[in-house]
């Protein structure tokens, strides 16, 4: 497994050696550290790494020396963090962007409309999957918009550095807890539960003082959301703003009060540390632990990477889809 470098203009100049290499890319991070010897500086700014045929790789932003520890840290955005970099704007006079199509046609006119064209390319070939008359929510992160777009199709994103290109296709995502489950003996689980959360919120829409529009939310234990009825008092009520200036329809204030009260409400996280290397970003997983009898059944959010003298190891946050 070569980790190559190239130049900005993805020109070839060698293969890097003893180097650690980190990655973390899906809903949050989408960046990349990869240290060496100091003796070892090889690239500059604007550089290209890239692993051939993998998702592996990005373009180098910062340099850290570290001299104490003679070492050399490049940092930078992953393939999937320059997407994110990037975002899908509805066109002049209209509301939102709407796309329908044959998925991999769709990726390709958002890499042009992303102007990525001269690093990144769609697959040429059909991927079978249809968009119909898909709505993008208002100037959406590039990554986040086309992982919705996707999931909205039971398909999710991959990403390959090929030849002189990041190729983009959009391939069926696979529901792994209809066929297997597996328990802590046979693949470790970090577990966070959050038993008390936020249970009420407070949204704020237009408006200057007493004449601004303020709707409250309120959850109860059941996930049930209510403008009336309030469950939690005291200790018990944990309260949280929504602010929203921009909006003057309630309805929309109320929405993304309710996706607020939702997120932050109680919940579960959950880290996998799975060998296999085949699940990918909108991939769903089932595992559970058989001390607590808490289960996952959830989409793989979030991928973290760790790559050594070969080894790689491969670290799976699971959750709720942005």
Not at 5 to 19: P, R, S, T
Not at 21 to 31: K, S, T
Not at 246 to 271: C, F, P, R
Not at 296 to 305: Q, S
């Amino acid at each position: 497994m070569d980790l190559i470098y190239a130049d900005e203009n993805l020109n070839d100049i060698g293969v890097l050696k003893d180097f650690s290499f980190d990655l973390a890319f899906g809903n949050d991070e989408n960046d990349f550290e990869l240290t060496l010897d100091r003796s070892n500086h090889c690239c500059g700014a604007g550089y290209v790494i890239y692993i051939e045929g993998t998702e592996y790789g990005g373009i180098i932003d910062k340099l850290c020396v570290k001299s104490k520890t003679e070492e050399i840290t490049y940092k930078g955005r992953t393939w999937h963090g320059v997407l994110e970099n990037k975002v899908l704007a509805p066109d002049a006079n209209t509301d939102y962007l709407t796309i329908s199509g044959e998925a991999n046609t769709i990726l390709g006119k958002l890499i042009s409309r992303l102007g990525l064209d001269n690093l990144f390319g769609a697959d040429t070939e059909s991927s079978g999957i249809n968009i119909s008359s898909y709505r993008f929510a208002r100037y959406v992160c590039g990554y986040t918009g086309i992982r919705a777009m996707l999931q909205s199709a039971n398909a999710k994103l991959k990403v390959a550095f090929k030849g002189k290109k990041v190729i983009l296709s959009a391939v069926p995502l696979v529901d792994y807890s209809k066929d297997e489950q597996f328990d802590t003996d046979q693949m470790p689980l970090d577990i966070t539960k959050v038993y008390k959360g936020v249970n009420h919120v407070i949204c704020l829409g237009q408006g200057e003082l007493k004449d601004r529009t303020v709707v409250h939310l309120y959850m109860d234990a059941k996930g049930n959301i209510s403008q009336t009825k309030q469950t939690f008092t005291g200790v018990d009520e944990i309260m949280a703003v929504y602010e929203n200036t921009s909006s003057s329809n309630t309805d929309e204030l109320i929405k993304g009060g309710k996706e607020k009260l939702e997120k932050a409400s109680s919940s579960v996280s959950y880290s996998l540390d799975a060998e296999a290397s085949t699940y990918d970003v909108g991939d769903i997983v089932s595992s559970k632990d058989i001390v607590t009898g808490i289960s996952v059944n959830a989409p793989i959010v979030k991928k973290i990477v760790s790559i050594q003298k070969e080894q790689v190891d491969i670290e799976y946050k699971v959750g709720e889809v942005r």
